[in-house]
């Protein structure tokens, strides 16, 4: 037999051929049920709807007018694919690719090798590594503006690089650095690379604190050398930052448009375009939406394509 009170939360459970009991606590207060038991979702709803208002459903519709020739005003005709072959049949565009993969693939490989060196040499033994980390790390909070502004000086003819140059003797090599079709490009690079550099420093040295110095030293005594120690053990224990790192940096190097726009303006005669610079004269200096619309869905799907392969290559578990 249970006997409860309606306003209490103590059931007396009497059990049979016993005169005694036993008491049990129950929950009197209702259970929540349907939409108020996922109450928290109702919170999240209106963030979520704004994500996916600005980046999923902007996007969508940019790669539908990519199919057309649209202008920014008024009606436009569906093309089809007409403004893809017109890009893989510009050299202007191939070239802009080739300067986009070059900026990305250049970018990733020097900002990361000297991210690990720095990390390495300041990840232990030094008394200064602390305000060394800090000078190294400054130029990324920086604005790109800025400081591509402030190479742009330097790169001047009549900057301090050509003045250094004057000055030990080298004349011959003095030039206007950013209106040279060749080396343009490169203080491009010169410029991603300085300022990126310390991003990755401080990723690999995250990593680095995870590395136990036990094992480092037992690899030491077994006569491994410093390469090899390198190579077979610091380097496999960190390879989530190895991937964390290049991805950042091969999706960043992509998209470079800043210190291209501030140090050549995609010149001279367009040798430093690339595909996100491209796309920003198309739609919003010539009013060519539909193309520009194209030249962004080729963008993103490198981006897409390259991250994904930079993952598979750089997981931590080869069997996932």
Known sequence: MTITTPQSETELVVLPGRGKGRRRTTDAAPRRSGLLQFGHWWWALPGI?????????????????????????????????????KIFQDPSKLLALWNTLFLAFGSVILVNVIGLAIALGLNRGLKTRYALRVLFFMPVVLSPLAVSYIWKFIFDFNGPLNTFLRAIGLDSLTKAWTGDPTFAIWTILIVIVWQQTGFAMVIYMAGLAGVPVEIEEAAAIDGANLMQRFWHVTLPAIRPAVAIAT???????????????????????????????????????????????????????????FAVIQQRVTRSNPED
């Not at 200096?285 to 799907?301: C, M, P, R, S």
Request: no cysteine.
């Open 247 to 305: 991805t950042l940096g091969l999706v960043n190097g992509l998209r470079i448009f800043d210190q291209i726009m501030a140090l050549t303006g995609t010149g001279p005669a367009g040798a430093t375009a690339t595909l996100a610079t491209e796309v920003y004269k198309q739609a919003f200096t010539l009013g060519n939406f539909g193309y520009g619309a194209a030249l962004a869905l080729v963008l993103t799907a490198i981006i897409l394509v």
């Open 49 to 85: 709807l704004l994500v996916l208002a600005i980046h999923y459903v902007a996007t969508a519709a940019g790669g539908v007018f990519a199919f057309t020739n649209w202008s920014g005003i008024g009606a436009f005709d569906w093309i089809g694919v007409d403004n893809f072959v």
